[in-house]
Structure formats: structure tokens, C-alpha cells
């Protein structure tokens, strides 16, 4: 009965979505769209790309999206520089890849070895010469590197994780620090590094989260706490330093299956990405640790427009980014059916207010299949982008003071790669 139930909710949502008018920043076409091309009184159907258009507000899309600030954060890009990002992936190399805007060229320019695995890379804050990797394996460890002057990495040190499926790892902001969550067996582990910033030394163990099954996922720097997201416990931890342990001094709860996977934090708000029930909220960070408590101010889905989906479902929310300027959010939506939708994953777009509220803006489409990876320069300028599964790499512009996004280069052939950092 639920599952008849929820067939005619299902049922009865697309049929409100294929109705003859589009709604307030619906889609209303692209290739493969069947739905209604024209849009509410007030808004125009505007094409963002060849697979996505969607009801702006107003008559121009330059007039369109809501930009809270609109010019801070997004300063024009030098248009003849030669960018380095670095990326990582499942494979056994972190590749370079060069890019430029004024060509509208993302190439490969070489990659180094760095062990299995190495899904997630970290610049340190302090030496941008140094890259740390984490090597996701049941066996899981961290690695570090150098950098050339050319962007081309190589091995130096290496170090356990301690524990199964590193799939995260946080270079702290002091330069001297890391700490990496292992998935699979739902601990951690923290190094101090040595003088050289290549050298893992004085490992802490964190243990084991105290629910049946964690799934740490991420971890945040908030003051002198350390916040960790864990899927598993449907909770984000608060840790704190005490002697030579961490310990546990609290948790900002999230909703019951949701999921939390990343973060990004704004001032007393965090803005939390559920990978489960594909939502993003942003909630108020109480100013006690043990508090275990929090106010959301907005929680919305992240999905493309029409679409629902419950766990086990076939969409798990991945990456979160925010602008310089905190006034927009970039979430991505792995898409993992078989086939998936033929427009790629979408990267949907947020602005957020003085208050922390959240407005879904657009979703961008990208032609990506499973947009793990995605990392913005820190100029904020543009945003790279690429399909664990398929796609290769798509670099785009952040436009419209942030509200948009637009192509400037992709790669179809470039590794398929889930971590990166500018240079
Ligand atoms: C851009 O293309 C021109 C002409 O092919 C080439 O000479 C130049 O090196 C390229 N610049 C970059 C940054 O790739
Ligand atoms: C919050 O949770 C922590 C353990 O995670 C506990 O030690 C603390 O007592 C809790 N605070 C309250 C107010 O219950």
C-alpha cells in the first residue's frame, strides 16, 4: 500500500510538472525535454545551454538571478593566465592539468605517481608547493608531495590513515596539521607535520564514532573545533583538542536518514549537503559544543526540477561549494542510474541571504556523469567540474556575479577525477 501510495505521488508530481507552463526557475527545455517551453507570468524561458532552459525572472537573463552582491567575489579573470589544477582520483596518479580561459583549453599536462586511490587532494595553507593526498584503500593512508614550478607533483611521505576508506582529508589552516576520516571503518586519525611539511609524525587516533555504523565523511575547521560530518550517524560531531586526543564534545544534529556528507560554514551558520536525502540546509551553529541542538533556517532539495528520489535512490548529493563571498552555493547531484539522464549531472546553484536562507537559483547541467570532483579557484572566478564515471573535465566561469555558470573549456578525454586544488 505505502509503495502504491508513493506511485501515485510520484504520478501525480509529474503530471503537475507537465503541465503547458513552466513554473518560477523551472526547466522549460533542452535536449531530451518534453515538458512545457513556456513559462509564469513574469519569467522567460531563457536557454542556459543545449541541455537546459529555464524560467527567469524578467525578460533578459543578464537581469535575471538574484545576486545578493553583485560584484564582490567574482573579480574578472586575467585572460591570458595559464591556470594549474591538480587532480586526483581512483586511479594511482594525481594528474596537472593546465588550464586556459583565453584559449578555452583544459589539457593534460602530465600526472605523477601517488599511490592507490587517491580521491581526495589538499593544498597546504601554508606552503603551496606541498599537496597532500589520502589513498583510499581498505588499508587506507595519506601521502604528500611536491610541486614544481610547472605543477608537476611528486611522491614524498606517506603515513596510514589507520583505518578502512579514507575518502576525506582536511590540511589544517596552521599549515602544520592533517587529519583524514576513513569511511569504511568510521574512525580518524590526526599528524603533526614535520618542520619540511612532508613528513607525518605523532599520529592521534580518533575512535571509532559511537553509533552502530559512522560513516565520517568530512572535516571542518570551526575556530579552534573541528567539525565531522558523518553519514552514518546522521550527525555532525564537534571535536575538540584535548592534550594529545581528540575529543567528542558535542554534535549538531541533522535529520534522520539525510545523510550529511559536506559542509561549508559561514560565520555562526553551516550549510550542510545530505547526500541521502540530496538536500542542502543551513542551520545556526550553536556557540556551546555540547549544545546538541540547532535551528534550520532553510532546507532545500537539490535535485533537478520534477525529480524526487529516496534512499536507496539513484541521486547521492556529492560536493558543496561556497563564493568568496558567501552569497552563493554550488551543490553537485550524482546522478547513478543506468542510463542516466542523458543531460548529465547538474551543479544547482543557491544564493544565500544575510539571514542564511537559501533560494535555489538554477541548475546547470554539465554533460558529466557522477560530478564527484568540483573546486573553485580562489579568486573565485571559475569553477572545474568532472564525471567519475564519464565526461572528462568542464571548467566554467562563475557569470552573472555568481548566479551562473558558463562554459569556458572541457575535456571529454581528461581522466575521470574526484578531487582538486588550484594552484
Ligand atoms: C593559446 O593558443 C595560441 C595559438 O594556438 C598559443 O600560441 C598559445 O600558447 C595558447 N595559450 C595558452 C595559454 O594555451
Ligand atoms: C551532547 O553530546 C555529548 C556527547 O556527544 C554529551 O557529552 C553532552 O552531554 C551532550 N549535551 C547535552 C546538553 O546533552
Redesign the pocket.
Known sequence: MAHLLAAAALLSASGAWAQSVSPAWGQCGGQGWSGATSCVSGYTCTVSNPYYSQCLPGAAPSSSAPAPTSTAGAPPPSS???RTILGGGYGSTISTL?F?A??G?V?VAGACSSGPSPSWIALSPTNKGILYSTNETPTGGLSSFTISQSGMCSRVGSATSGGDGPAFMAAFKSGNEVMAMNYNSGDGISYTLSADKLQFTNPITIPKFPVAVPHPHMVAQYGSEVFVTDLGADKIWRLARNGNAWAITGFIPQPTGSGPRHVQIKGPTVFVLHELDNTLSSQTIPSSPSANSTTTISSLSVLPPGITDNYPGRFHAGELLMSPDGAFLYASNRDTATPPDSRGDAIAIFSVDGAGRLALVKQEFTGLQVVRGLSMSPDGAFIVASGQNAGGVVVYERVSGGSDLRVVASNPSAPALTSFVWL
Open positions: 591570458t593566465a595559464i593546465q586556459s583565453q584559449n583549453t589539457n
